[in-house]
């Protein structure tokens, strides 16, 4: 079906610049200064003009198709800029089967009193429906984030431990039935992407060495997309499987987590101890977010 009307969107064009040719050349014969040829010349011009076009359009739906099938639904050149204010809160608010994310400091769920209770009731009440959250960060205490620290120029350290203890304070205030189903891990990776899984939305970001990964640009994707015509037949996505672009991202998501270690208690102690090492004189990402958007301090999540 998809293959048949791609052949006939091409057919129509290539029949409409034929036709504007030849009415073009019957309207030369009969010489634009008749009606006759005028008319004929017009009618070609503008057939011509309309393959041109439709030529135009098709190069860049077929683009647009390659994206749609890989499963791109938007591109964003920075990070800060794009995942702003509701971004994260809305997603975490719309969950309903797994919500995981792998970062560095996964910071951004905090900074602030009113944030970060924000942030305590969404994960409770997704957790409490049955939601599986995980959460991945970068090991403090290993060689490649003191390396990322100073490629940042931020507190990446300190980011690191004040995260995982806020979520580790969310760990320890569920029930302990809901405990299981919000997992927190460290991984010892190169950052070389930040992954958010929201069922089948993915939040992609690609760290850019030598800066802050704050303006990293990034990319959304979703199993879920398709261009008008397929759209209809979205419900049996599943059976065809995710798009080969999605996976990959799924893929490195798995590899980390298969090494990545759980934080117990005693690790969160372990780190507690160990923050004040970590005081380097260098902003949290909460300060660098407020530089550029000062509302961002009014508590209304990332």
């Not at 011009?45 to 076009?53: I, K, N, W, Y």
């Not at 797994?98 to 970060?116: M, P």
């Not at 261009?227 to 996976?247: I, K, N, T």
Request: proline share 4%.
């Amino acid at each position: 079906m998809e293959g048949f009307l791609k052949f006939l969107q091409r057919y129509v064009v290539f029949v409409t610049g034929v036709l504007g040719a030849l009415l073009l050349a019957l309207g030369v014969v009969a010489k634009p200064t008749t009606d006759g040829g005028t008319i004929l010349v017009g009618l070609g011009v503008a057939l011509l003009a309309t393959f041109l076009l439709a030529l135009v359009s098709l190069s860049r739906e077929d683009l647009l198709e390659a994206l749609f099938r890989e499963g791109v639904v938007e591109v964003f050149p920075s990070r800060i800029v794009r995942t702003k204010r509701h971004y994260w809160s809305e997603l975490l608010k719309n969950v309903d089967r797994e919500y995981r994310v792998l970062g560095v400091a996964n910071h951004g769920y905090i900074g602030n009193a009113t944030k970060e209770e924000l942030y305590r009731q969404l994960i409770t009440a997704a957790v409490a429906r049955g939601v599986t959250v995980e959460i991945m960060w970068l090991s403090p205490t290993i060689p490649l984030a003191r390396t990322r620290e100073a490629e940042e120029g931020r507190a990446t350290r300190r980011d690191i431990v004040d995260s995982i203890v806020f979520f580790w304070g969310v760990r320890t205030s569920l029930e302990e039935g809901l405990k299981p189903r919000l997992a927190l891990k460290e991984h010892s990776h190169i950052p070389s992407c930040g992954i958010t899984q929201a069922d089948d939305r993915l939040t992609v970001t690609h760290y850019v060495p030598g800066q802050d990964n704050l303006d990293s640009p990034g990319w959304i994707l979703t199993s879920a997309a398709y261009p008008f015509y397929r759209r209809m037949l979205a419900f049996v996505r599943p059976m065809w499987g995710r798009a080969e672009l999605v996976e990959v991202y799924l893929n490195t998501y798995r590899e980390v987590r298969s090494k990545a270690s759980d934080i117990t208690g005693e690790r969160v102690a372990e780190l507690i101890e160990l923050r004040s090492t970590y005081e380097v004189g260098k902003p949290s990402e909460t300060e660098r977010r407020l530089e550029q958007f000062p509302e961002e301090g009014e508590g209304t999540g990332e």
